[in-house]
């Protein structure tokens, strides 16, 4: 059973999304502010967490960024906001989606689903394998990454997108492509999304993120794993 943390001040909000979860059969844990979602993140073994952006004391988005100092847990952020900078913006500080509030139930579930199906499916896949690219390397049992030997980490779908790309090398991948593909379901006019997550991958895995040697953009299509014949040739 999928344990949940869900977090916002909206305490209606927040009993009619942990009614609906349970009736899902998830287990359900809740909070009301910002510092309650980390302590609450700190002490208990989510499989997923659905963290409000406007909240007292800390708001979602200083909230998901403590939790990624000690947790690569998926985060579903909610929102009242709807521009493309807010969804930047959240994703920036580690959140695997975004949904704006109102919102219809059954898309949240949706997203619920889409997120654990693609995490857990992986955690329980042991013979996945290890995957390398020079200095990066992947293990997809134990969905752990390292650059040069050192232990990197990653979150759920950053380590979805980069898997992805290192299981195609030279196979070129649009914004689209790679949004239905990692995502599970289009982000319509949010292709930025992928922009940033690929930003962050060479920030987190290149050893020159502004000169990146693996994580390759190919103008005007999309992006790719460079070849070992391409690396080699520069």
């Known amino acids: 059973m999928a344990k949940i943390l869900v977090v916002d001040d909206e305490q209606v909000l927040v009993k009619g999304i942990k009614f609906n979860l349970e009736h899902e059969g998830y287990q359900v844990e809740v909070g009301y502010d910002g510092e309650q979602a980390v302590e609450l993140a700190r002490e208990g073994r989510f499989d997923l967490i659905i963290l409000d952006l406007m909240m007292p004391k800390i708001d979602g988005l200083q909230a998901c960024m403590r939790i990624r100092e000690f947790s690569n847990v998926p985060v579903i952020m909610l929102t009242a906001k709807g521009e493309d900078a807010d969804k930047i913006m959240g994703f920036e500080c580690g959140a695997d989606d975004y949904i704006t509030k109102p919102f219809n139930i059954l898309e949240l579930k949706a997203r619920v689903r889409a997120l654990l199906r693609r995490s857990g499916a992986a955690v329980q896949k042991q013979s996945g394998g290890v995957l390398t690219a020079g200095h990066i390397r992947l293990d997809s049992g134990e969905r752990a990454a390292w650059k040069d030997g050192e232990r990197v980490e990653l979150t759920a779908k950053e380590f979805d997108l980069m898997e992805l790309l290192m299981r195609n090398p ?34 987190k895995l290149e050893l020159d993120p502004a000169n990146p040697e693996y994580i390759r953009t190919k103008w005007g299509v999309g992006y790719y794993l460079a070849s070992q014949a391409e690396h080699k040739n520069g």
């Open 170 to 203: 030279g196979r070129v991948y649009s914004r689209e492509n790679l949004l239905n593909v990692v995502w599970g379901y289009e982000y319509i006019g949010d292709y930025r999304t992928v922009d940033v997550h690929v930003r962050r991958l060479r920030e």
